[in-house]
């Protein structure tokens, strides 16, 4: 199994959208929940998103109706859809999958399961 790997990201304004991607050769992602988290300079990482192999998925309040986690089990790839960004948004993103198939719940992550990818920019700014 090799490393999830990142793309997508960059420079927005506010009231922009952004995708992020991130794929995962070699796993059945099926099975598995995913994550995506975010750290900002100065603070501690947090959890914007997060979804069960079930589809089971849940949002940080700040997030809530603007970003949509969502994967394509058949290509190994997961999606984070950024609508209507604001300046707070900005900060590195990472993508995680775990194989416990329940994490709904980005406060039951992390875990010795995970594995993360490298973290991309996002950076919105006027």
């Known amino acids: 199994q090799l490393e999830p790997v990142q793309s997508g990201g960059g420079l927005a304004h506010p009231g922009g959208s952004l995708t992020l991607i991130c794929t995962i050769p070699g796993i059945g992602l099926h099975s598995q929940s995913i994550g995506w988290f975010r750290q900002a300079p100065g603070k501690e990482r947090e959890g914007v998103a997060c979804q069960s192999a079930l589809g089971q998925r849940t949002y940080a309040e700040s997030v809530e109706g603007r970003f949509t986690i969502s994967r394509h089990n058949h290509n190994n790839t997961i999606y984070l859809r950024l609508n209507n960004l604001r300046p707070e948004d900005s900060g590195t993103y990472y993508c995680?999958?775990?194989?416990?198939?329940?994490?709904?719940?980005?406060?039951?992550?992390?875990?010795?399961?995970?594995?993360w990818g490298q973290g991309t920019q996002v950076t919105v700014s006027s």
């Open positions: 995680a999958i775990d194989a416990d198939s329940r994490l709904y719940d980005c406060r039951l992550w992390p875990s010795v399961n995970d594995k």
